[in-house]
């Protein structure tokens, strides 16, 4: 049995250790808003947070976040959207949303662990995250004006 903690909540399972942590939330605790893209880690769609920071699930194994804290898509606000989510809709970003909660865990990690975001910033950030509708240009103003009011631009 492999234990860590999945929105706040202990969770145990009983897989094998070298599980990629995206199929153990997917199949095993039912938490589908994290999608599968490449399996490689190269396009983000599998971004979820440990400890705070975003990592691909679909290449990390259940073993090494043993005791750990994993964020979903469905654990970053409790109350409401979180203020990149706000900043999303408002600026239409998605279109087919398949990629969508690994941009936004990405910009969410990204914006929380920096002191002050500017464009050339965000461009850096999110390099790795993919989107086949080619939607950066409203990621990346969304993402500024998340950071803004999140006092971080």
């Avoid at 809709?89 to 920096?114: R, T």
Wanted: hydrophobic share 40%; glycine share 10%; net charge neutral.
């Amino acid at each position: 049995m492999i234990s860590f903690f999945v929105n706040g909540k202990k969770v145990e399972v009983d897989v094998p250790e070298d599980t990629p942590l995206l199929w153990v939330i997917r199949e095993e605790l039912g938490l589908l808003g994290t999608k599968f893209g490449c399996g490689k880690a190269l396009c983000g769609s599998c971004t979820m947070h440990l400890n705070g920071e975003a990592i691909r699930t679909c290449v990390m194994p259940i073993a090494a976040v043993a005791g750990q804290r994993i964020t979903t898509i469905e654990g970053i606000q409790e109350d409401g959207l979180h203020p990149v989510q706000k900043a999303w809709a408002e600026q239409g970003v998605p279109q087919c949303g398949y990629c969508q909660s690994g941009q936004i865990m990405q910009a969410i990690s990204f914006i929380e662990n920096s002191d002050r975001i500017t464009e050339s910033d965000v461009i850096k950030s999110m390099d790795g995250n993919l989107c086949r509708c080619g939607t950066y240009n409203k990621m990346k103003t969304a993402i500024l004006n998340a950071a803004k009011s999140m006092g971080k631009a």
